[in-house]
């Protein structure tokens, strides 16, 4: 695995308290349980991923890649890349075309055992332009305007520090470059709502049945609770400097997609 450097833990010796799903716990407790999450279910991530949203997931990322409007040549990061997904999109549509230089992407994480996971997996898929660098969103070893893409499918919700992580991602974006954020939100047709806190229900015990641990997807679900809603996530995004910030609402809300400029 290629590394850039790693800041993963930097966050940890604050004594600020954060949410991890329903409770308040310290910030660097928190960096330490969302670890454990990570390394709990990183072998059969994609797998659950499959079964809890039947495939939908992989839409999701599809919709998020595209609005990030990537050229041949373009320079992305792939933050909270995890399992590899949108990093494998986004490598396809940078990588050289017609002559045109090849971007690349950079897939930054800070848990080992998903990058693991997503190294093996891009090399499978063939996707010989992206590099691995483990490192904590809210200090990313990156140079100011490295980038001109930064994508998050789905990880924002997990940072121990958002406000930290959504500075830095503005920092390493150059002037002009693109943020694209997936992820889960709040449902706006209180019938819809309904059914998907059903099905939400339901995935403590697929974890059981799967991962054989349901203690990460009760997470999952009271994270998602705990989320800001789509407006309070587009009103962090203006106050960490993203400019003309829209929001798409995916499946009725259930998941957003929020797309910024810097
Ligand atoms: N983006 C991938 C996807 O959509 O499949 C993975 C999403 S997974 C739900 C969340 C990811 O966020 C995990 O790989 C986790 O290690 C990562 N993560 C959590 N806190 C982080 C932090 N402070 N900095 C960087 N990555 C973090």
Redesign the pocket.
């Known amino acids: 695995m290629s590394s850039l450097g790693s800041t993963?833990g930097s966050?940890a010796g604050s004594t600020a308290h954060v949410d991890f799903g329903a409770e308040r716990v310290t910030a660097a407790e928190k960096?330490r349980r969302?670890?454990g999450v990570?390394d709990a279910v990183?072998g059969r991530?994609?797998l659950m991923?499959d079964l809890m949203s039947f495939g939908c997931?992989r839409l999701l990322?599809r919709a998020a890649v595209e609005m990030a409007r990537l050229r041949p040549g373009k320079r992305v990061l792939?933050?909270?890349?995890?399992?590899?997904?949108?990093s494998a999109l986004a490598a396809r549509r940078v990588g050289e075309r017609n002559g045109s230089s090849a971007g690349h992407v950079v897939l930054?994480?800070?848990?080992r055992s998903?990058?693991r996971v997503g190294r093996n997996q891009l090399l499978d898929r063939g996707c010989v332009n992206v590099v691995f660098a483990q490192?904590?969103?809210?200090a990313l070893p990156f140079a100011d305007g490295a980038f001109d893409a930064v994508l998050?499918?789905?990880?924002v919700?997990?940072?121990?520090?958002k406000e930290a992580?959504l500075a830095e991602m503005h920092r390493v974006l150059a002037t002009g470059g693109v943020a694209v954020v997936?992820e889960f939100s709040q449902v706006v047709n209180p019938l819809l709502a309904y059914g998907f806190a059903a099905l939400k229900r339901t995935w403590p015990t697929l974890g059981q049945a799967v991962v054989g641990d349901a203690a990460p997807y009760r997470y999952?679900v009271e994270s998602i609770d705990h989320h800001p809603d789509q407006e309070a996530f587009r009103q962090m995004m203006c106050d960490a400097g993203f400019k003309a910030v829209e929001v798409h609402n995916l499946v009725a809300g259930a998941a957003a997609i929020h797309r910024g400029l810097k």
């Not at 490192?135 to 809210?138: C, E, G, N, P, S």
């Not at 998050?152 to 990880?155: M, Y």
Request: net charge negative; no cysteine; hydrophobic share 45%.
């Open positions: 993963a966050t960096t969302v670890g990570f990183a991530y994609d991923n997931h990322k792939d933050l909270a890349g995890g399992t590899g997904d949108v930054a994480d800070i848990n998903m990058m490192a904590d969103a809210a998050v499918a789905f990880g919700r997990n940072f121990t520090n992580g997936l999952l």
